[in-house]
């Protein structure tokens, strides 16, 4: 038997990947890649920490050169080369060199396109300016490096505030420079939600970081070099040495479109549960491709490293034809970023996104240590659990804090996977030991406080309504310790400890709304109980207590 | 109506956690407290480190003293009272003060029994000496500590080589003091199979802990004063100044016996899913009450910090009467310990365990960096997987390893918990970027690799039996680089390179079993492949390369 021709267009995680796991699956056949870059099999999403000196060696970036696939896996990877083509009923890809432009022709039997996505340019004024730059390739952030090492930068705005933004304005605060983020959408990482995501910001503004959101992007200045001077930002001008684009990547589908591949409605590849494209023995893989959400069963598309190299292996096993089709049925678009010690990650939908869906949408903010507290090192987090009232079905969950996240925002990625309900949730059978873990862990916790809210035991009142019910009039009371209440406390609260409540609270207007708070939410649990008991009727709890408070206190 | 009476037996995490949730969920009720100790909600899984230091205070152990369970939640706690005896036709429980032998009886109209498990004491001579140790309780680990203070202590023998005898043998190390550890069974960590025990054995070893295994304590030599001076051991006598037992602890069932309730076949307190006793109105709670299996549906006993915690919230909810009753079904055992830098977990079914239940078993130990490989920190984690091969299910799992073995043994023990397939688990959406993990994170790669498995792709063996096939003649080839096996290999084994492999292979008497490692599995599944296709028959890959290899390495 002929050996089978498998072209691979496109060279970083999913299309590598496709390339080894098909060359292992099926030793007969014939892998090339072609990638338009120099480099390939990089670590993209290290990029951030190579610009901030937290990795300090290009070549820890790069997991192989072309060399070591040819050698190891038998595979040629071709690079420098850009496809200009593909012809479905000849089964061929045209190329063209780009150090010559000479043109060649890739017979396939089977073509994979792990041709990624590209950093969306917005179209303002001065964009093309020098130092204008975005960070995608490893080429990309070889440049940056250089600025950085000949000690240019003073100045720098980064354009959008989502997870790479973020990452690299953390990266570039810590080589020194004056970093401003400016996003958008109401606030910075946008599939968030906004008690989440004020909650970073407010840490970014702490570390540093200048943040302005809701802001758009008009233009850019040039300075006497021709480089970018200026960021022109709503009606004000933000001098910068640097601007990095980080507004979000659109899928590279060009090629498939017009050869006739059907694109679906997020704009990139349409693929089924085996990765293969509308035409016949061409797969899609990677960021170029759609995904579905394994909640709503709707065409998403999550441009993830890990997405990608799990879809890359199902192509490779599927168009190697040695095995039963493997398949990926969905995903969660679970993400996690660290921000100096801050860690925040999502999974599922969040609060909006599950609204959108049509759910019956009950939340829960619960704060509780990473570890045992008097084990060293133990540090709080913040759970915001996402869950559908009617089928108790949990639908998402946001983790933030200094402590651990991607624990327990893995064991909630698992747990929706399977249609976990909360009350399932609840009795998960956890690690525990002092450094690891408390005895009730943070996401059985958080699950307890979304069981008790479920069962109408408590009102719980978002901090993002908290200032709006004080405009009208509700009285916030600090149920912490008085000592507590000095050191840090909500503007406006009034303080009755706990243990004072039941002989104090004549001191408290029945008439009003009453909101209670304390530090995570456990004493005012108590206080809510014990005035509900002694017949106050307008009372709620912020949710999350003082921890998870994500505007100035005082 | 008149307030009913709870009555709980038992102060530490089962019985404390049963009277605060009793208390929220009904204020109507009365909770009185009973515990033979002098402190009540103490941290137990904190002890071992508090007697090494890394927790300085004795303070940050107890979460809360008797006086705060009477003003935060209206809970009496009476300490320094044993409860003698339990008259259920009369709903009494007469109890004895320890400080002046006056006697009471308490009227309930529930009863909890959280009477825990005490340390089970081997019957061998000397075992009343001075200076022989259990730790289980706060009033022990201060006396111990006090040892440490005068400065007494040089050498120390703990008997029993499970998790809490390990955790004080490593923190007897960190005190300065010479520690030998003696283990009856064949290897330390009873429930953890072998290959992962003498991971954690040769670590120890290494750390400069005396290990002896299969060996049994036959009794204890007085110094001059009375204390221990020696434990004879098998033939031989280990001097030593202290002697920690820690052999297992036996669940403190004698007052339901006494009065009637059911023992299970554990020898533990029979309880259904509610936690509620053979006799109505009496709830079992925490380390004295069995549980339920949640795989196989067996009955067991774990007596574990998590599950106390979880079981006493569940009797706290049921005897309240206010709301649906709260189940648990089972549990997975799941636990977890750190040893220095070293940490090792363990969930579900060990694969005796699963081979006693019947199952045809598959296993898979695969070793994988806990972040990306070029993340400052990144370290390697050992995980093996064992399932089901007729169902594909995953049965459970062991990890081990200097780096984060916490989230991925919660991941396989939230995904055991509802059923996942080995399939079902290579595809879980888990949180990916550099600092956290890497993008085909631990948990999938075994599962990979364990599909490759059940699909036939490679025929692994397993490092315990690595000697023997060697001394039947099985020829061992380290496919590493020359570089890689000048600095640590197996002893015996031979060196051909995988990129030398094509041409070398001649060197290989094909009529030879022929065992293929590397580091961690992957290039020996690149030369099993080749070698397949080179028409050679008797090749397998030792599991695990030479990073999961448990004995010594030259």
């Known amino acids: 038997m002929e050996s089978e021709n498998v ?45 901030g000196d937290v990795i300090k060696e290009e070549k820890e970036l790069v997991v192989k050169k072309p060399k070591d696939f040819l050698i190891d896996y038998d595979i040629e990877v071709i690079t420098g080369i850009e496809a200009l083509k593909i012809a479905p009923e000849e089964k061929t890809v045209t190329a063209k060199y780009l150090s010559d432009g000479a043109v060649r022709e890739f017979k396939y039997d089977k073509l994979v396109l792990a041709t990624g996505a590209s ?52 990266n570039l605060v810590h080589t020194g420079i004056k970093t401003t983020v400016v996003e958008l959408a109401p606030h910075i ?38 480089e970018v001077g200026a960021v022109l930002v709503e009606d004000s001008r933000l001098e910068a040495d640097l601007a990095v684009l980080s507004v979000g990547v659109r899928p590279n589908v060009e090629l498939a479109r017009e050869c006739g591949i059907q694109i679906g409605p997020t704009g990139a590849i349409a693929v089924n549960s085996k990765m293969e494209a509308s035409i016949s ?64 990650a999502k999974t599922g939908l969040s609060e909006r996104e599950a609204k959108s869906a049509g759910y019956d949408v009950v939340t829960a903010l619960v704060p509780a240590p990473d570890r045992a507290h008097y084990y060293p090192g133990s540090r709080d987090i913040i759970t915001k659990l996402i869950a559908d009232r009617n089928s108790r079905r ?52 958080s699950a307890n406080v979304m069981l008790n809210k479920l069962a109408g035991k408590f009102v719980g009142i978002s901090p993002l309504d908290l200032k709006e019910k004080m405009e009208k009039g509700a009285v916030l009371v600090d149920v912490r310790s008085t000592e507590e209440y000095f ?26 709304e009453i909101i209670l708070y304390c530090r995570v939410g456990l004493r005012s649990y108590m206080a809510f109980l014990k005035l509900k008991r002694m017949g106050f009727e307008k009372i709620s709890m912020l949710e999350g207590g003082i921890i998870a408070y994500p505007f100035a206190t005082e």
């Open 487 to 512: 050191v840090r406390s909500i503007p406006g609260s009034i303080n009755i400890p706990l243990r004072e409540l039941a002989s104090r609270a004549g001191e408290i207007d029945r008439n009003s």
């Open 7 to 51: 072209v691979i267009i496109g060279g970083v995680a999913a299309g590598t990947k496709a390339a080894a796991k098909a060359r292992r699956e099926n030793p007969d056949l014939k892998v090339t890649v072609l990638t338009r870059e120099s480099y390939v099999s990089y670590a993209g999403c290290g990029l951030p920490y190579y610009i």
């Open 119 to 170: 950093p969306f340019i917005p179209p303002v004024k001065g964009k093309e300016l020098g130092n204008i730059v975005t960070v995608r390739t490893l080429t990309e952030a070889f440049a940056i490096k250089k600025l950085f090492r000949e000690r240019k930068i003073k100045k720098a705005v980064v354009v959008g505030g989502g997870m790479i933004g973020l990452e690299v304005a953390e």
């Open 394 to 445: 949990v639908l998402g969950g946001q983790i933030f804090g200094e402590g651990v996240v991607d624990k327990p925002i893995d064991i909630l990625a698992t747990a929706i996977t399977f249609g976990a309900t909360v009350d399932q949730l609840a009795k998960l059978d956890l690690a525990y030991s002092p450094p690891f873990s408390t005895a009730m862990s943070s996401t059985i916790v």
């Open 281 to 344: 023995n061409i797969y899609a893989v990677g960021d170029c491709a759609e995904n579905t959400n394994l909640i709503t069963g709707r065409t998403v598309w999550y441009p993830m490293g890990s997405t990608a190299n799990k879809t890359g292996r199902v192509a490779g096993i599927n168009l190697s034809g040695t095995q039963t089709k493997d398949r990926i049925n969905g995903v969660l678009g679970t993400s996690i970023i660290k921000l100096f010690d801050l860690n925040a």
């Open 189 to 226: 990482l946008p599939p968030f939600d906004q008690d989440a995501a004020r909650y970073v910001e407010k840490y970014l503004k702490e570390k540093g970081v200048e943040i302005l959101t809701g802001a758009a992007v008009k233009g850019f200045e040039a300075n006497s070099r021709g």
